[in-house]
């Protein structure tokens, strides 16, 4: 029910404030000028879990931030995802929670088909995001964080969520940006690339050497 509320708000919110709105935040998020204020001394965080490579990846970050900054911790991973699951549950000393969406998109699937996967698993989403109404997203790029990056910026555009989103794009990718980096790039506040010639491909990404 909360997520088709949500829908009824943004079908019988007038398209040109959404829109107006919407392209105000895309200028503020390019610009570099979307500082997170708030008064909290603890960020509520969610995690994009992908699979296999990324999986790693993203949990190799987990292991460098403060368990006491970055808490509650809520990991999102594919409902036909299982041994991610495992490694979270290896891995994760602290307080933390499993929440499982639709994969936005399998391996081999045609682009057509995930363009109605991927808006199943957005549906699916909104009210993952609207319950635990997080302060940051951490993804590095698998496809099943689109849907979760998306929910939080239309959230953010309707002014029900105040929450910055960090895309670190994988290691794996050197010289060109993932889709999910190139989708990304417009929404997410901080682009932060791995390789330096990366910075050439994303007008906006940060390059702090390797994290992952």
């Not at 994988?170 to 790039?185: A, F, M, N, P």
Request: one cysteine or more; charged letters at 20%.
């Amino acid at each position: 029910m909360e997520a088709l509320n949500i829908l009824f708000f943004l079908i019988l919110l007038p398209p040109t404030i959404f829109l107006f709105r919407a392209l105000y935040l895309i200028f503020q998020i390019c610009t570099s000028d979307c500082k997170l204020v708030s008064q909290e001394t603890t960020l509520k965080t969610i995690f994009c879990i992908g699979s296999g490579g990324h999986t790693t990846e993203l949990l190799r970050l987990v292991k460098k931030l403060s368990t006491q900054k970055y808490q509650p911790r809520l990991y999102i991973i594919a409902d036909n995802d299982v041994s991610s699951e495992v490694k979270i549950l290896n891995s994760e000393s602290t307080k933390f929670s499993i929440s499982r969406i639709p994969r936005s998109r399998n391996v081999k699937q045609s682009y057509l088909s995930s363009v109605i996967s991927t808006l199943y698993a957005i549906l699916r989403t909104i009210p993952v995001v609207y319950r635990f109404k997080p302060n940051v997203i951490f993804c590095n790029g698998p496809g099943s964080c689109v849907p979760i990056c998306i929910v939080a910026f239309l959230l953010r555009c309707i002014l029900i969520l105040d929450c910055r989103i960090v895309f670190v794009e994988s290691i794996c990718r050197v010289r060109t940006l993932s889709l999910t980096g190139k989708i990304l790039q417009y929404i997410a506040d901080i682009v932060i690339v791995q390789w330096p010639q990366l910075r050439d491909v994303c007008f906006r990404a940060k390059y702090f050497g390797r994290l992952t």
